[in-house]
C-alpha cells in the first residue's frame, strides 16, 4: 500500500517531464526552415513551353481530376539546362532538388543512361513496349530494361509557306519528293523574287546536317554507336554541301539560336523549315499565318539510292527519376497518363501538333483529323506515314559533342568548300570523343 | 487527506521526498548550468565558425562577379559582337553564319566553367539581340529597354547591377524570382552605349553560392542596397524588403557579427559586397541550433530514468529496514489489546535486533508481572470473601440459643428439634462450607431455615413465600447474596408486629438469573431506599454482611454484568431486583476446582 502512492508520483513526473519536452519539440518543429523544394509536389523538368511543358501541364490537369489529392509543378527548363543540372546532382547524389520527372532528348538518351542508369525508375513492367514505335523504345533502353516513356516522334518534314512560294511562282506539287538540288534553286529564286529565304540555319546547332545523315541511313557514328563514322560519310559531306550552298546563295537565313530561329518563321521572315514535327505547335502560335503552311516530306539525293525522304530529328522522352523525393508517385503519374492515356494523346495531337511515336497511330481519333493550319491537310496521318519509313540509326552518347567539333571546323571550309579535309580532322577529333 | 499525512509523517516519506527533492534539483541544476554555458560557447564558437564558411560566401560572389566582369569586357571586345551589335546595315549571309559562330566561340571562351548554361541576353541598339540558350524571348525589345536592370544600366553605364525581378525576359524564367544583372557596353571614346548585356540568375543558380552555409537553422539573404532580397534560401521574403526583425538591430551597429538579445537569440553575419553594391545576411538561428546540439528529450529521461533508479532503490531498502519495526508496532498494537504472546523474531539490522531482544524480554516481564498480579488479586478476593462469611453474628447465636432453651423449657420437643435442624443446617452452609458458589437450591434452602428461625423467634406475622422457576434451581449463585435483603425485609418493613409477606421471584431472564425480594412492608422514600443500600446492619441480626457488600462482592464476582436495584413505595412496599449471569452447576464445578482443593484443606484443619 506504502509503494503505491510512490510509483505514482513518479509516473506523474514522467508523464509531466515527457509531456513538456513533446511541447516543445512541436514548437521548434513548427519553425523550420525548409530546405530544397517543396514538399507533395510531383516536379517535372522540361521544355518548350508551347509543345512539351504544355503537354505536361495538359497531363498534369487531367491526373488531378482523378487524383485529387495530386499536386504536380511543371517547371519550365532549358533542355541543355535540365541535363547539366540532372548530371550534377546525380554525380554528387545530392537528391534533395531532384526533379521527380525529366524529358530527355532522344539524343542524350543513352549517354544518360549508360552513367547513371541506377537512378532512373525501370518501366519495363509498367508500360506495354510493343506499343510505341522500335527506334524510339531502343533508344530509351539499356541493358533490355526500359527506362523512358516514348513521347513525341522527332519525324522531320519540310514546312512551307505556300503564299510566299505562290509569289515567287512555286505551287504545292512542285514541293512533293524534290531533291536537294531543286530545294537549292527553288531557295535562291525565292530569295531573288521575294527577298525572304527558304530556310534559317545556325552556325552552332545543325540539325539539318542530321536529318540528311539520318535519311540515308548514316550518323556520326557507325552502327556500333561509338566508332566515328565521319570522313567517309558521304550524306554528312552532301549535307555540309547543302549548307554551304543554301548560305552563299542566300537561300538560308543565317540565324542565331533558337530564338531568332523561331523568330525567323513567326516574323514570316522565312518561307520554309526544315525540322523535326514537333515545331508544328511553334508555328501555330501564330494565328494569323492559319491556312498559310502546308508540310510535305523533306528532299533527297537524286544519286543516292539510300536517301529517302524521311528522317527524324529530336524527339524526346519521359523519365523518372528514382532517387527524388516523390519517385513512386511520379511513376504512377507518368506511366497513367504518357504511357496508357490514349484519349489524353487525342488530346495533344489536338492541341500541340504532337505525332506519338507509336507503332500504330490509328487508334487515335485525331488520326485523320484536317487540319486548317495547313490547308486541311491530314497532319497526323500524313507524318506517321513517313515515320514508318524513317531509316534507323545507332545515335551513339556524343552526338552534340562531334557536333561541336563539326561547327568549329566547317568555319574553316565554308570558303573554300575543301569537305575532305574538313571531316578528316573533324573525325579524328570526333573518335577522340566517342570512346 | 490522513493518508497523505501517514505518507509525509512516516519514516519512508521522511527519506523518500528529501531524497526526490535532491534528485530533482541536483538534475535541474546540473542540466541548466551546463546548457547555459554550452550555450554560450556554442553561440561563439559556432558563429565565428560559421564566419568563416560566410567569408567564403562573399569570396565565390566576388569571384563570381569579377568572372561576370571578366565576361562583360569579353563581349565588349569581341569583334564578333561588335560587328554584330554596330552594324546598322545587314550584314552578308555568310560573314553572319561565320560571325554568329564567332560571337558564340568568344562567349564560350569568356565564360567560366560554372556558367555554362547560364542565360545571357545581348541586346543592341540596332535591334539585334544573342540570347545564348535554347529558348525563346518572351518580352518585347522596347519591353526590355524599359525595364528597370536596363535603365539602370544605361544610367550607370561603368558598373553591373544586381537586380531581383519576377520573372525575366525569358520563357524558362516566367514566373520565377530572378536575379538580373544588368551592364552598358559602350565606346570609350564618345561614351555612346550600343548594347546592354542582361545576365539572368535564377534562385537555385544562386543557391550554389550560399548552399552549405544553409542548415534548419541557418539562412542566408543576399539584399541590394535599398534592401529588397535579391536571393535567400527564404523564398518567401525574395522580391520583398527586408523586413526581418534582425534587420532593425543590426542596421546601425557597426561590426560584421551580431548576437541578437531580444529573446530570439540569433547570431547575425553582415558583409558589405562593395562590387556588387549588395549586402549579404548569414542568420544562426542559436536556439534551434542548440536544440540541435542537445537532445533534451533524452537528458531529461536519463534525469528522470536515474532519478527514478534510485528512487524505487530507496523504496525498496528503506521498506526493508522498516519492515520488522511496521512488524512490531503491528505486535505492540496486539499487546494492547491483551494478547501476550506475540514475541518479535530476531532478524534484521543490529538495531532492529536489539529492538526486537529487548522487546521481548519486556514482553515476558510483563507477563510475568500480570500473572503476579492475577494471582495476588485472586487470593485477596478470596480472603475477603472467607472473611466475609465468617461474618457471623455471634448474637444471633446468642439469641437463637436462648430462643431454643426457652422452647425446651416449654416442653414443646417437636418445634424444638425442628429449630435446631434447621439452625444447624443454616450454620453447616454458612460457616462450614467454604465454597462460594452454591445452587439456588442451597440457597433457598439456606433462606428456609432462616425464615424458619425468625418465626421460631419472632412469632409467624411474615410469611415467606418462594417462587423458583425449575430450571434455575440447579444454577450457581454466591452464596449469601439473598440473606441480607431478606433480614432487611423482616426486620425494617414489618415494624410492631405487622403482618406482612415476602415474595422471593427466581427466573432465569436469557443468559442472566433475575431474583427480586419483594415485600409489602411499610416501604420507605426512593431516596432512602438508595441509602439503605450503603448502610451497615446491626449486631443482632444473622450475618455481619449488608447490603452494600452484597453490591461489593457482586461487582468484585462479575463486573458490569451484575446489578442491585431497591425500588421502594411508602406503605406499599420495598422490592429488591437482582440480576446476575447464569452459571450452570456442571460448568461451575470445573470452575471452582482449586477452590474445593482449599476448602478440604481447611477441613482437615
Known amino acids: 500500500m506504502r509503494r503505491l502512492p510512490t510509483v505514482f508520483l513518479i509516473l506523474i513526473l514522467g508523464v509531466f517531464m515527457v509531456s513538456c519536452t513533446g511541447q516543445s519539440e512541436g514548437a521548434t518543429g513548427d519553425g523550420e526552415i525548409s530546405t530544397g523544394r517543396d514538399d507533395k509536389n510531383i516536379v517535372v523538368w522540361t521544355w518548350n513551353e508551347t509543345f512539351n511543358v504544355k503537354a505536361a501541364k495538359l497531363a498534369a490537369d487531367k491526373y488531378k481530376t482523378s487524383h485529387p489529392d495530386a499536386d504536380i509543378v511543371v517547371e519550365t527548363m532549358e533542355r541543355e539546362e535540365i541535363m547539366t543540372e540532372v548530371k550534377n546532382m546525380l554525380s554528387t547524389g545530392v537528391y534533395d532538388r531532384l526533379p521527380d520527372i525529366v524529358m530527355i532528348e532522344d539524343y542524350d538518351a543513352q549517354d544518360v543512361l549508360t ?29 533490355g530494361k526500359m527506362y523512358g516513356i516514348p513521347f513525341d516522334s522527332g519525324t522531320a518534314a519540310l514546312f512551307y509557306r505556300t503564299d510566299i512560294l505562290e509569289e515567287a511562282g512555286y505551287s504545292s506539287p512542285a514541293l512533293i519528293d524534290m531533291t536537294w538540288e531543286e530545294f537549292e534553286e527553288m531557295s535562291r529564286t525565292v530569295h531573288e523574287k521575294t527577298g525572304k529565304y527558304m530556310l534559317t540555319l545556325d552556325p552552332t546547332d545543325m540539325p539539318v546536317a542530321r536529318i540528311i545523315m539520318q535519311s540515308c541511313g548514316r550518323w556520326y557514328v557507325g552502327s556500333d554507336g561509338y566508332t566515328a563514322d565521319i570522313a567517309d560519310n558521304e550524306s554528312l559531306k552532301r549535307s555540309l554541301d547543302v549548307y554551304r550552298k543554301l548560305i552563299k546563295s542566300d537561300g538560308a537565313k543565317s540565324v542565331n539560336g533558337w530564338n531568332d530561329f523561331i523568330s525567323a518563321f513567326q516574323n514570316g521572315d522565312v518561307a520554309g523549315i526544315i525540322t523535326g514535327c514537333w515545331i508544328i505547335s511553334d508555328i501555330k502560335a501564330v494565328p494569323e499565318q492559319s491556312g498559310l503552311w502546308r508540310i510535305s516530306n523533306i528532299p533527297v539525293f537524286a544519286d543516292m539510292e539510300e ?15 528514382k532517387n527524388s523525393a516523390h519517385s513512386k508517385a511520379a511513376k504512377d503519374f507518368a506511366v497513367e497518363m504518357f504511357a496508357h492515356d490514349d484519349e489524353l494523346m487525342d488530346t495533344f495531337i489536338e492541341e500541340i501538333g504532337l505525332i506519338p511515336a507509336v507503332k500504330d ?75 | 487527506m490522513k493518508k497523505a499525512r501517514d505518507i509525509f509523517g512516516s519514516l519512508f516519506g521522511r527519506i523518500f521526498i528529501p531524497v526526490l527533492l535532491g534528485l530533482v534539483f541536483i538534475s535541474v541544476t546540473v542540466s541548466f548550468t551546463v546548457l547555459y554555458m554550452s550555450r554560450q560557447v556554442f553561440t561563439d564558437t559556432y558563429g565565428a565558425s560559421q564566419e568563416k564558411v560566410f567569408s567564403r560566401i562573399e569570396k565565390e560572389l566576388d569571384d563570381f562577379h569579377d568572372d561576370l566582369q571578366d565576361m562583360m569586357t569579353a563581349i565588349d571586345s569581341s569583334w564578333a559582337f561588335r560587328l554584330f551589335l554596330d552594324s546598322k546595315e545587314e550584314m552578308d549571309n555568310m560573314d553572319r553564319f561565320r560571325n554568329i559562330y564567332q560571337m558564340e566561340a568568344d562567349l564560350e571562351a569568356a565564360k567560366s566553367s560554372d556558367m555554362e548554361s547560364m542565360n545571357i541576353l545581348v541586346l543592341g541598339l540596332n535591334d539585334r539581340h544573342y540570347l545564348s540558350r535554347t529558348e525563346t524571348i518572351s518580352m518585347t525589345d522596347d519591353a526590355i529597354w524599359e525595364s528597370a536592370p536596363v535603365r539602370l544600366a544605361v544610367d550607370e553605364p561603368d558598373v553591373m547591377h544586381y537586380q531581383v525581378s519576377h520573372g525575366g525576359y525569358t520563357a524558362t524564367a516566367k514566373g520565377r524570382d530572378v536575379i538580373i544583372i544588368s551592364k ?42 535599398e534592401g529588397m532580397v535579391l536571393c535567400s534560401d527564404d523564398r518567401a521574403a525574395v522580391g520583398g524588403k527586408n523586413e526581418a526583425s534582425w534587420m532593425s538591430y543590426i542596421s546601425d551597429r557597426e561590426g560584421d557579427r551580431f548576437i541578437t538579445e531580444d529573446g530570439t537569440n540569433l547570431t547575425v553575419l553582415r558583409r558589405e559586397l562593395t562590387y556588387q553594391d549588395c549586402m549579404i545576411y548569414g542568420i544562426i538561428d542559436n536556439d534551434k541550433a542548440l536544440g540541435g546540439l542537445y537532445n533534451m528529450p533524452l537528458l531529461i529521461f536519463i534525469c528522470v530514468l536515474i532519478s527514478a533508479i534510485v528512487l524505487v532503490l530507496v523504496l525498496f531498502l528503506t521498506s526493508r529496514a522498516m519492515l520488522p519495526l511496521a512488524r512490531l508496532a503491528g505486535k505492540m498494537t496486539k499487546v494492547q489489546e491483551g494478547d501476550f504472546m506475540e514475541y518479535m523474531p530476531v532478524e534484521g539490522t543490529s538495531e532492529v535486533r536489539n529492538l526486537a531482544v529487548t522487546y521481548n524480554y519486556m514482553l515476558d516481564d510483563i507477563k510475568s508481572y500480570i500473572d503476579e498480579l492475577m494471582n495476588t488479586q485472586q487470593e485477596k478476593r478470596t480472603a475477603e470473601i472467607k472473611a466475609l462469611q465468617m461474618q457471623i453474628n455471634p448474637h444471633y447465636i446468642y439469641n437463637t440459643l436462648a430462643s431454643i432453651k426457652w422452647m425446651v423449657y416449654a416442653g414443646d420437643r417437636e418445634k424444638t428439634i425442628k429449630m435446631i435442624d434447621a439452625f444447624i443446617s443454616l450454620l453447616r452452609n454458612t460457616i462450614s462450607n467454604a465454597d462460594e458458589f452454591i445452587t439456588v437450591k442451597q440457597e433457598v434452602e439456606n433462606l428456609n431455615n432462616y425464615t424458619l428461625i425468625n418465626q421460631m423467634r419472632y412469632g409467624d406475622t411474615v410469611r415467606v413465600a418462594f417462587h423458583v422457576e425449575d430450571e434455575c434451581m440447579d444454577c450457581l449463585m454466591p452464596k449469601m447474596i439473598l440473606q441480607p435483603f431478606v433480614e432487611n425485609a423482616f426486620f425494617h418493613a414489618f415494624p410492631s408486629g405487622r403482618k406482612g409477606n415476602i415474595n ?58 451484575a446489578e442491585v436495584l431497591i425500588s421502594s413505595v411508602e406503605n406499599k412496599g420495598t422490592t429488591v431486583s437482582i440480576r446476575l449471569p447464569a452459571m450452570s452447576s456442571e460448568h461451575s464445578d470445573d470452575n471452582n476446582a482449586g477452590t474445593d482443593g482449599t476448602e478440604e484443606g481447611r477441613n482437615g484443619l
Open chain 1, 115 to 143: 552513367h547513371y542508369q541506377d537512378e532512373f525508375v525501370d518501366l519495363t513492367d509498367s508500360i506495354d513496349m510493343d506499343k510505341f514505335a522500335d527506334y524510339k523504345t531502343k533508344l530509351c533502353t539499356m541493358d
Open chain 1, 307 to 321: 536517301c529517302v525522304p524521311a528522317s527524324n530529328v529530336g524527339g524526346s522522352s519521359w523519365y523518372v527519376m
Open chain 1, 361 to 435: 497511330p490509328t487508334i487515335y481519333n485525331n488520326y485523320e483529323a484536317k487540319d486548317p493550319f495547313f490547308q486541311n491537310q491530314k497532319v497526323t496521318k500524313l507524318l506517321s506515314e513517313l515515320a514508318d519509313e524513317i531509316p534507323a540509326v545507332n545515335y551513339g552518347r556524343r552526338t552534340y559533342e562531334i557536333e561541336d567539333i563539326l561547327e568549329e571546323e566547317f568555319q574553316n571550309v565554308i570558303e573554300s568548300g575543301d569537305y575532305n579535309e574538313c571531316l578528316k580532322k573533324v573525325e579524328v577529333k570526333a573518335a577522340a570523343v566517342s570512346k
Open chain 2, 184 to 225: 552598358a557596353l559602350y565606346y570609350q571614346e564618345t561614351g555612346e552605349i550600343y548594347a546592354v548585356v542582361l545576365i539572368t540568375l535564377t534562385q537555385d543558380d544562386m543557391r550554389r553560392f550560399y548552399d552549405y552555409f544553409i542548415t534548419d537553422y541557418s539562412s542566408f539573404y543576399m539584399t541590394d542596397k
Open chain 2, 504 to 561: 422471593i421471584y427466581m427466573e432465569k431472564t436469557g443468559e442472566n438469573l433475575a431474583v427480586s425480594i419483594a415485600d409489602d412492608g411499610v416501604g420507605m422514600k426512593q431516596d432512602r431506599a438508595d441509602m439503605e443500600l450503603n448502610r451497615d446492619t446491626k449486631k443482632e441480626h444473622f450475618s455481619g454482611i449488608g447490603m452494600h457488600n452484597v453490591r461489593d462482592r457482586l461487582s468484585l464476582l462479575y463486573g458490569d454484568e
